[in-house]
């Protein structure tokens, strides 16, 4: 495999280089299906990997704590208003390290230490920090849950409503890391207006598609709107919080001096890229595709026998429900990796394994999707995935799927542009 580092790591870090080059060789040859992952762009890789790591700029722009700011203020101010733009955001922060800073942070800005907030347990498709007991959200505020219908998995609002009259939340939390349909923010938004409380929504998953028009919008409807950037919309691993103007500055001192101090500066810029690169043209049509793929990929799943929950996909991402297979979501994704699919063992609703087993495996496209793979290889990826979900015991065709996959991977490159970088 060609070589996408310079001779320089090699001398210095060899053990260090190694693991670079088998990890691109891992992203190169094999599908990467987790729905949380993508492939960042060059320009996105260049500017992480730049000096600017080498700068302290504690504070906003025009306001550091260090002086020799002026290269920063200005990256941030472009992802700032880049992104304000994209989302049409009344205020935006761009400082917050991943998701769940985002989103410690704001909890910070709105809540005191044991108020009561209610989001989407982790059982079901809620994120850690959505108040799971191990958790600083579980732990620090009153946090109650809501969950899906045991009759179509999906979100019952009727039933989220009478919860929510119930435990009066300061704080509805809306969003997931494992729902496989379209969140209605516009009911949330009257539910927390009828019990009185802010709504945060967490679209860290889903931000591509909204930032495309491909899933309805949670700004207009949402207090605080947290996402990360590496996901769907396909920038560096990182994370972003917007809210209405009136809350502007206590998101900001909750950032900052509040949960952060030095901001991640380089991945700030490489933040601010991402954003201009989510405004052309192709970014649109590329999350049209990831939908599509999805569709594709649920159809031929279901069409070979597997129950996905909800019984399909609105969006990236879909789960396979292996309860009545003989087999658990740990060994099916083991499997999987061994044919050269990296997807992720998932509890599914009312899930009767624990976590670290599951009955379920989360899929995703947005970054197979990146590589250009469109239905015709959904529909073949899709066979695959019930061939050697279907056969447990047969190693064999584990490793011919695996063949076929490095072969289809080989027409669908990544990174070319960035050998010999
Ligand atoms: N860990 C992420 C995911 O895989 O969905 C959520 O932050």
Request: hydrophobic share 35%; proline share 4%.
């Amino acid at each position: 495999m060609a070589s996408y580092i310079d001779s320089s790591l090699h001398q210095i870090d060899p053990q260090i280089a190694k693991l670079l080059e088998g990890e691109y060789e891992r992203q190169t040859k094999t599908l990467v299906m987790i729905p949380s992952e993508n492939y960042a762009s060059r320009a996105v890789l260049q500017t992480m990997g730049s000096i600017l790591t080498n700068k302290y700029a504690e504070g906003y722009p025009s306001e550091r704590y260090y002086n020799g700011c002026a290269y920063y203020d200005m990256g941030e101010n472009l992802a700032k208003e880049r992104a304000r733009k994209l989302f049409k955001a009344e205020h935006v922060n761009v400082q917050p390290h991943t998701g769940s800073s985002a989103n410690m942070a704001a909890y910070y800005a709105i809540l005191e230490i044991g108020d009561t907030v209610l989001g989407m347990s982790t059982e079901h498709g809620g994120h850690l920090t959505h108040g799971k007991n191990l958790n600083f959200s579980g732990k620090w505020y009153d946090y109650h849950s809501y969950g899906v219908s045991k009759k179509d998995e999906r979100l019952d609002y009727d039933e989220i409503r009478e919860i929510a009259k119930k435990v009066k939340p300061k704080l509805i939390v809306c969003g997931a890391s494992a729902y496989p349909r379209i969140i209605d923010f516009e009911i949330f938004k009257s539910i927390a207006d009828e019990v009185g409380a802010y709504l945060m929504s967490d679209v860290a998953h889903i931000i591509g598609l909204i930032a495309a028009g491909e899933h309805p919008d949670p700004v207009p409807h949402s207090h605080i709107v947290t996402s990360t950037t590496h996901k769907t919309l396909r920038g560096p691993r990182g994370a972003i919080i917007m809210c209405k103007r009136e809350l502007a500055e206590a998101v900001d001192r909750a950032v900052f001096p509040g949960t952060q101090a030095g901001p991640l500066m380089h991945q700030i810029a490489a933040k601010a890229v991402c954003f201009r690169e989510a405004q052309s043209f192709g970014f649109k049509e590329y999350q049209r595709q990831i939908i599509k793929n999805a569709a594709i990929l649920a159809e031929t799943l279901m069409e070979r026998g597997f129950r996905l929950t909800t019984g399909g996909t609105d969006n990236h991402l879909m789960m396979i429900d292996l309860s009545d297979k003989g087999l658990n979501g740990r060994d099916a994704a083991d499997m999987l990796e061994e044919a050269g699919i990296a997807a992720n063992k998932n509890s599914i609703p009312f899930d009767t394994r624990p976590p670290a087993i599951t009955s379920g495996v989360r899929f995703g496209t947005p970054a197979l999707t990146t590589r250009g793979m469109k239905e015709e290889e959904m529909r073949l990826i899709g066979g695959w995935i019930s061939d050697v979900l279907s056969n447990p015991k047969n190693q064999d065709l584990r490793m011919k799927t695996r063949a076929c996959i490095e072969e289809l991977c080989e027409q669908f490159p990544i990174y070319l542009d960035i050998l010999n970088w």
